[in-house]
């Protein structure tokens, strides 16, 4: 069900497991030079000699195909393709938290349903829903929001930077990309256990600019690491669109530049991007290589909270996506059609999120600020004696100034 | 199911200091960035009241260079490179979201005025940003290239360190990328965290071949930055983003450029020489002013301005006269910039000291979010060590 493209050709052929990993590996092995042949030996690549001049064309593939299983009406196109879920009140609680990345929810729930718990996650920073899915608690987020005396970080990142070591949600950075090549270093380590486990990576189509997702696409390719890139393509990067970001097709386009398998998903389209994602698991742990999904979606909200977007894009745009094209009530209508949800459903839903929503904001904002130590530790595994006469000069010098410090709202 | 999500981001937007990552629009990371509901918590306001460490001191209304206008230094910013676009056909200004005006709103206008040619938007890559740069300065354009934030700049690192700084002397002069400006947000802003109030001028100062300024202000921001230009060497030039929109100022209008390469004594005193730059000058002005109130010690207080190549003679001719030296950066004091000043101080002024050099900086730590009212080096503590030198 995969289109698959092998090594430096563009063609996409329908392929087995078995015949991908044989056709891959005559791709990757070096060859022997043998001159009787009148083909070109060139180590770096393998392929016919041609006699007329003739440039690739940026486009070969007129446009990766998206694939679906709903259309925007949440009906099943392919009966075949309906991965037949079917709903527990688990199910129904765990959506009403992933709802904080406006636009993208199915992207980040449709993914996380399709791997194991224990498949290690690197995030980019706008992927809550994957966190939540895995069961991370509302007073969590909220701690993290807040940095108060109950966030993992201890209160050192900004707002958003979510980690989680028991869920395995590998703590978020801000410098963008840094992630994609950590990602194949993981997913190399991980390969090395044996312990059926793959490494999901996700980010944005403007952090695959970066120079690192070079780096990390190529490295999970050439050392055959099980990993997912799994890149969320919501059309800008902050206030710079797509077209500013990049001029060939999207990001699948360069999976088949590395001789990564690629796919093109409807990232609004939760179905389509559970498929995709499960059966590049599946292949990524039996075959140990890279798979790379881009997931087309839109970033209906502000970049972030400090962003006003209509500085660069139209209110009619945004509104298409969140009236006419938007993940969630794709699965509304999916759901609605079978009668597991209705108005009343969706109402009362709503009722008790807001209520549970804000007595965790109130409980996260009551709540003290960490212990004031905990600025100097985790800088090294242990205090060094630099940073222990640091924090010694520290506290000195609050004991002396201390009505100019706000103590009172920090743990003791 | 929408309209639940909306309220949650509603929600958040009114209760806490977010900013995503790299703001967008309309922040100022600066105030706008700490948005608080009506109803929040005297905790949060308390929160708030500690945020502001400095008071901005402007600087007199400048009468040499004709007439002026109030701008605040992000507007001093756009006006300093309107002025350059008009006068100079090959200068373009590039970098990630320029183009509609850049998150902190320093080149809004730019490209309706001069053309999507010269004002653009490049690909989300700091490597590619530098390089470019290099590439169009060697060519002959004047290139001024926006690193979004500091924090960002490292993946340039090897653009800038190998490449901008060495460009002529590895060629023997043939070739240089002296018309490459690198303009970027930096410092602290109250709840930058991590990844958004870095103040990296250190890694820089220890690379020969490029020059790094820091204004402390509107107007020094428009004149440093235009000789930062107009300079024929590679330039970084870094701006404290917390005084985009809270330093206000009478700025002239029309171009002009306040040399490199020199400090400025801004108040005379004869006990302590303060040395700052960037958003600590005002730190320390208003240190300078307690000093006097409270203790009768008349300190004099330098903005240095220019880090590389920097300005030792103003420094250790003030240091000969008072004896005692403070000097003071957000960033880690370990190998800090203030470090290099201090050895080079004790090495010009050994027998004027009347008290070991006083570094006040930031601990040897990543720069902690919630933690930062206790990590930036802040009056109090410029205040205990003068205090410290004095009874020495
Ligand atoms: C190295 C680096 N450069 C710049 C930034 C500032 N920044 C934060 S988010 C962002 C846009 C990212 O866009 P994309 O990867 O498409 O993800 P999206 O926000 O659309 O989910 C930028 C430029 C950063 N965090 N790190």
Redesign the pocket.
């Known amino acids: 069900m995969f289109s698959v493209s092998i090594g430096r050709g563009v063609a996409r052929l329908p392929l087995s497991a078995n015949e991908t990993r044989s056709l891959l590996q005559a791709a990757t092995q070096q060859k022997t030079v043998d001159s009787s042949l009148e083909k070109p030996q060139f180590p770096g690549a393998s392929a016919e000699f041609v006699d007329h001049l003739e440039f690739i064309q940026p486009n070969v593939i007129s446009g990766i195909p998206v694939y679906r299983v709903m259309d925007r009406q949440g009906k099943i196109i392919d009966p075949s393709q309906d991965p037949q879920v079917h709903p527990s009140q688990d199910d129904v609680g765990r959506i009403s938290f992933y709802m904080t990345n406006y636009g993208e929810e199915g992207t980040h729930i449709g993914s996380a349903a399709a791997l194991e718990p224990t498949d290690l996650v690197f995030g ?1 920073y ?1 992927e809550a829903g994957v966190l939540m899915y895995r069961g991370f608690p509302l007073d969590l987020f909220m701690a993290q929001c807040y940095a108060n005396a109950d966030d993992l970080g201890k209160g050192r990142q900004m707002p958003v930077h979510y980690g989680s070591k028991d869920l395995n949600f590998v703590t978020i950075s ?4 840094t992630q994609i090549p950590q990602a194949a270093g993981a997913a190399y380590a991980i390969k090395r256990e044996n312990m059926n486990r793959v490494v999901i990576c996700y ?6 600019s ?1 120079g690192d997702a070079h780096a990390g696409f190529n490295f999970s390719a050439t050392l055959e690491c099980p990993l997912i890139f799994f890149c ?1 393509n ?1 059309g ?3 206030s710079t669109p797509t077209n500013e970001q990049y001029r060939g097709d999207g990001i699948a386009a360069r999976g088949p530049g590395y001789g990564m398998l690629s796919i093109r998903v409807d990232g609004n389209d939760v179905f389509a991007v559970y498929n995709a994602t499960k059966e590049a698991r599946r292949r990524a742990v039996a075959e140990n290589q890279p798979f790379l999904i881009e997931a087309m979606t839109y ?1 209906i909200g502000h ?1 972030s909270t400090s962003d006003d977007s209509s500085a660069y894009r139209s209110v009619d745009e945004v509104n298409y996506w969140d009236k006419q094209d938007h993940p969630i009530s794709r699965l509304r209508h999916y759901m609605t059609a079978r009668g597991w949800w209705s108005e009343d459903d969706e109402r009362s839903w709503r009722k008790q999120s807001r209520k549970t929503v804000m007595e965790a904001f109130e409980r996260a904002e009551r709540r003290l600020k960490p212990n004031v130590e905990l600025l100097f530790t985790d800088v090294y595994d242990e205090l060094t004696p630099g940073l222990s006469r640091q924090r010694e000069s520290l506290a000195r010098h609050m004991q002396q100034y201390k009505e100019h410090y706000p103590l009172d709202l920090y743990e003791k | 199911m929408a309209a639940a999500a909306r309220f949650f981001i509603r929600g958040a937007n009114s209760k806490l200091s977010v900013s ?3 703001p967008g629009a309309h922040s100022s990371l600066g105030a706008a960035l700490l948005k608080l509901s009506p109803n929040c918590s005297s905790r949060l306001k308390a929160q708030r009241r500690h945020a502001a460490h400095f008071t901005f001191h402007p600087d007199p209304v400048p009468t040499q260079y004709g007439p002026t206008q109030k701008m605040n230094l992000f507007q001093s910013i756009t006006n300093a490179l309107d002025n350059t676009l008009a006068s100079d056909p090959t200068a373009v200004i590039f970098g ?2 320029v183009a509609f005006g850049g998150v902190f709103r320093c080149t809004v206008g730019l490209r309706d005025k001069y053309g999507k040619d010269r004002v653009f938007n490049t690909p ?1 890559c ?1 490597q590619g940003i530098v390089g470019f740069g290099i590439g169009a300065a060697a060519a002959g354009a004047t290139a001024i290239a926006e690193i ?2 500091a924090d ?1 700049i490292y ?1 340039a690192f090897d653009q800038i360190v190998n490449e901008a700084a060495k460009y002529r002397y590895r060629s023997g002069n043939l070739y240089d990328c002296g018309n490459l400006t690198i303009r970027s947000p930096w410092g602290c802003v109250g709840h930058g965290s991590l ?1 958004h109030s870095q103040s990296p001028e250190a890694f820089f100062a220890h690379c020969p071949g490029i020059k790094i300024v820091i204004p402390r202000g509107p107007v020094q921001a428009k004149g440093l930055l235009l000789a930062c230009i107009a300079d024929r060497n590679p330039c970084i030039f870094f701006e404290p983003k917390i005084l985009y929109r809270a330093a206000v100022e009478q700025v002239p209008v029309e171009s002009y450029t306040i040399p490199l390469s020199q400090a400025e004594i801004l108040k005379e005193g004869s006990d302590v020489t303060l040395v700052a730059w960037g958003t600590q000058v005002h730190v320390l002005r208003e240190v300078a002013s307690m000093a006097q109130e409270k203790l009768g010690v008349s300190c004099e207080v330098i903005d240095l301005k220019t880090i590389l190549p920097w300005d030792n003679e103003t420094v250790c001719k003030s240091v000969v006269k008072t004896g005692r030296l403070l000097i003071s950066h957000e960033a880690p004091v370990t190998g800090g910039f203030a470090a290099e000043i201090s050895s080079t101080v004790q090495e010009e002024c050994f027998l004027n000291l009347e008290a070991p050099i006083s570094r006040v900086c930031g601990y040897d730590t990543p720069f902690p979010h919630i933690f930062e009212p206790f990590y930036i080096p802040d009056k109090w503590k410029c205040f205990d060590a003068i205090k410290r030198m004095i009874n020495y």
Do not use: C, K, T
């Not at chain 1, 980010?203 to 695959?208: L, N, R, T």
């Open positions: 980019q706008r801000s410098p963008l990309a980010f944005g189509e403007g952090a695959a970066e969320r919501n800008y990067a902050i970033r970049h | 995503g990552i790299g990630e979201d989300l700091e979004q934030f960002y993946p990844y």
